[in-house]
Structure formats: C-alpha cells, structure tokens
C-alpha cells in the first residue's frame, strides 16, 4: 500500500466497517500504514486499487485490522490472495496467532475467515461502539 491509495483505501474501509467514521478511520489507516507498512497490501486491477489488507502486531498476537475487496470484485479470488499476503508476512514476522475482530453484522466474512482455517474464539460487546459488538476469529500459525 501507498499513500497514494489511501483515497481508494478509505472508500472500501466502509464495506469492512460501515458504522465506522471515514475521515476519523482513514486516519486509523494512515497510522496502520505508517506503523506497519509491510503489513499492508492492496489488489490491484486494471491499474485501480480493488481490495486492501492491513495487519497489526500486538504482542504476543497478530491482528488482521482490515480486509476489505470492492463489491464489483468479490467471489474472484482478491480477498484470498490479500489474506494469504498477509499471512505469508506475519508468518515471516513470526507471529504465531493471528486475530481477526468482525463486525457482526458482516455476515460474509465470518464464512471467508472460516474457510482460510480461523474459528470463533469469542465475542466482544461494545466492541466497535454501543451495540456494535465484534465476533472474535483465531488462526493458529
């Protein structure tokens, strides 16, 4: 990911976290990037940004801050290859459990996460806000 991206970064933020504020979370995205640029990706596709990932690592475990692909683009592949990105780089990092925090309500990333080996670990009320509570997802390297 680039700085240049962000603009498109921030628009596909709202299919990952539609109760989230854009402009107060594209600056969450611009830490995320500054913080861990080698933990951060997107797909590209006739030269448009199409998907991005963004990692964290948060002693002693690792977090999948954000996956999020364009609508016109899902069911293709792109959020697969983003995650095993990012999963490639944290396993290079060394992480050993990495943690993806879903909205409950984004009902298709539940079955995406399940499918690349995470299970529910739990869940967090309150998590993303008053009653936006966050379902907890673990993969063990």
């Known amino acids: 990911m680039r700085e240049e991206d962000l603009e498109t970064v921030s628009e596909l933020v709202m299919l990952a976290n539609p109760h989230a504020a854009k402009e107060k979370y594209r600056e969450h995205v611009v830490d995320e990037?500054?913080?861990?640029?080698?933990?951060?990706f997107v797909a590209v596709c006739n030269g448009r940004v199409v998907g991005y990932v963004q990692g964290d690592t948060r002693s002693p475990m690792t977090t999948i801050e954000d996956l999020a692909v364009a609508k016109g683009y899902q069911g293709k592949g792109i959020g697969k290859q983003l995650l095993s990105a990012e999963l490639e780089?944290?396993?290079?990092?060394?992480?050993?459990?990495?943690?993806?925090?879903?909205?409950?309500?984004n009902a298709q990333a539940i079955p995406?996460?399940?499918?690349?080996?995470?299970?529910?670990?739990?869940?967090?009320?309150?998590?993303?806000?008053?009653?936006?509570?966050a379902i907890i997802l673990k993969l063990v390297l």
Not at 33 to 40: G, H, I, R, T, V
Not at 92 to 97: M, P, Q
Not at 118 to 131: A, E
């Open 33 to 40: 990037l500054k913080e861990n640029p080698d933990l951060s």
């Open 112 to 133: 995406f996460y399940y499918n690349h080996g995470f299970r529910i670990s739990g869940c967090l009320q309150d998590y993303f806000g008053i009653s936006h509570d």
């Open 89 to 105: 780089a944290l396993r290079t990092g060394g992480a050993k459990v990495v943690i993806a925090e879903v909205h409950y309500r």
